[in-house]
């Protein structure tokens, strides 16, 4: 089983909202990844997390704040978006290991505009 | 730092024709991974193939297979009878075998948009 699941699956939000989107994994992975996609383009690292604990953020503004509450959840929290930010959101893990077996699975990702 | 570069913005290929996607990188190491992946319109990244650069065997999986050249730094997939499915982005992806920060990170090339024609 190589799923990671993203909700919701598209997200319409105001530049005043909260939001958050949710990432879940049931493989076993200690890494876990949010990137951000644009239109036509490759995805954009955001934020690593490893064993629970933010490994990476890649200069992320603070509008976005991820969560790991446990080794199969990731959250990513949203306030005060600009219209930029409006893109295809993907979750990933992994097994956090060394050797082949270290393969990022993606989820379906999360549709968001900000209007 | 690493790069990849995919040099063919776009590609179409006939149904049940064979087609090449064509990817170079840049590293100064001698371990590492590359990965194929494919982002059909759904949207969801897919894991194609992957090749550890210390096996000179191309990888395969099913219709897939890869041309690995390590010295020439190309990474190429071949899909063989392509089908209508096979449609989508697809894009080549380094990894370092060097930890950095307690995970691995992945360098993406800008993609090859596949259109397969019936």
């Known amino acids: ?115 | 730092a690493q790069t990849v570069t995919q040099s063919q913005p776009e590609m179409s290929v006939q149904e049940a024709e064979t087609v090449t996607l064509s990817c170079t990188y840049d590293t100064s190491e001698s371990d590492y991974y590359l990965f194929w992946y494919k982002q059909p319109p759904s949207r969801q990244m897919i894991l194609v193939i992957r090749q550890e650069a210390y096996k000179q065997q191309n990888a395969t999986e099913n219709r897939f297979s890869v041309n690995f050249q390590k010295a020439a730094k190309s990474f190429s997939l071949k899909i063989s009878d392509s089908q209508l499915g096979d449609a989508a982005m697809y894009f080549c992806a380094y990894r370092s075998s060097l930890r950095e920060a307690g995970s691995y990170q992945l360098t993406f090339g800008k993609g090859t948009k596949l259109s397969v024609i019936p």
């Open chain 1, 1 to 115: 089983d190589t799923e990671v699941t993203q909700t919701p699956k598209h997200l319409v939000m105001g530049m005043t909202n909260k939001k958050s989107l949710k990432c879940e994994q049931h493989m076993g992975h200690r890494a876990m990844y949010w990137y951000k996609q644009k239109a036509k383009k490759p995805p954009e690292l955001m934020f690593v997390y490893s064993y629970e604990k933010l490994s990476i953020n890649e200069s992320v503004p603070s509008r976005f704040s991820p969560e790991c509450p446990n080794s199969s959840l990731l959250n990513l929290h949203l306030h005060a978006l600009q219209p930029e930010d409006s893109a295809l959101y993907l979750c990933a893990s992994s097994q956090a290991s060394t050797g082949r077996q270290e393969t990022q699975y993606f989820g379906p990702g999360t549709r968001l505009l900000v209007l």
